[in-house]
């Protein structure tokens, strides 16, 4: 099978792939740099979403290519990782959580524009993504079957917030997102998981957790400890993919999507 992932901050390179060279694959949307190798039986197609040396804030991280390099490649499925804050003090630092739901309303990408394939009045395949939880639930099962391999504590499900970077949310935003349901945020998987749902590529998002966003602990950590935890995320997403991904075979989407012109 041929799996796509996407690395986040900390993980700008993919360890232990066997066969590993780097390409540039370019589509309508911009050029884009992937590692292609081997983990076991699997053929993975590697991209970091910020680039070499965190290249792209995230509100830089240009979604569209990123995907459209995945669709290019013939990826079968989306495996998308990153660091998070956590909005719930029983989800640790240190911990992994396999995401179930998504918390997105403004739905847009970076540059503020809708966050769709379908951005032409008219055009071929234009519809609506319907789907009662927006991840594959035959990724998410194999991705918690395989987070006991990792040594760190696994959260099953959370619903998985998207905020706009670069800067941190306040005490009253986090507060407000608690209280709408979201379990971790970062700043870049939103539009991940729409832009592969219309694909209907099917895809899963694993956080790791680097710290408790702001209020949630009663004392803030030292930035060093997120740091820290953010560097180490490489290895333990780096353990995970390695138990969870030669071992996939076909697996479905979440949902489908009503289209207008069939």
């Known amino acids: 099978m041929r799996i796509g ?5 900390g993980s700008y390179d993919w ?13 309508e949307h911009g050029a884009v740099t992937v590692t292609e190798g081997r983990l076991g039986g699997a053929e993975i197609v590697q991209l970091s ?28 499925a989306v495996v ?36 769709t394939w379908y951005d032409t009045p ?8 319907i789907f009662d939880r927006p991840f594959s639930e035959p990724l998410r099962q194999a991705l918690i079957t395989a987070a006991d391999q990792t040594g760190v504590p696994v959260a099953t499900q959370g619903v998985y917030g998207h905020v706009d970077g670069p800067r941190f949310n306040t005490r009253p935003e986090v507060a407000a997102l608690a209280a709408a349901g979201v379990s971790a945020i970062s700043q870049t998987a939103g539009p991940e998981v729409v832009l592969a ?13 680097t710290d408790y966003a702001n209020g949630v602990a009663p004392e803030p950590e030292p930035v060093q400890a997120l740091l820290d935890r953010m560097a180490a995320s490489k290895d333990v997403f780096a353990k995970l993919a390695e138990h969870a991904l030669p071992s996939l075979s076909a697996v479905s989407g979440a949902g489908f999507v009503y289209r207008f012109d069939t």
């Open 80 to 115: 998308s990782f990153t660091v998070c804050g956590s909005l719930e003090p029983d989800v640790r630092p240190g911990s992994l959580v396999v995401f179930d739901d998504l918390y997105f309303p403004a739905n847009r990408l970076p540059d503020g524009t809708p966050c």
């Open 5 to 9: 992932v996407i690395t986040g901050s």
């Open 49 to 76: 979403r910020h680039g070499t040396g965190h290249h792209r804030l995230s509100s830089q991280v240009d979604h569209k290519a990123n995907l459209a390099a995945l669709l290019a490649v013939e990826a079968e």
């Open 197 to 209: 749902g219309e694909a209907e590529l099917p895809m899963v998002l694993v956080g790791f957790v």
């Open 15 to 27: 360890p232990h792939l066997e066969g590993a060279a780097e390409r540039t694959v370019v589509t």
């Open 122 to 129: 008219g055009g071929a395949g234009r519809g609506h993504w």
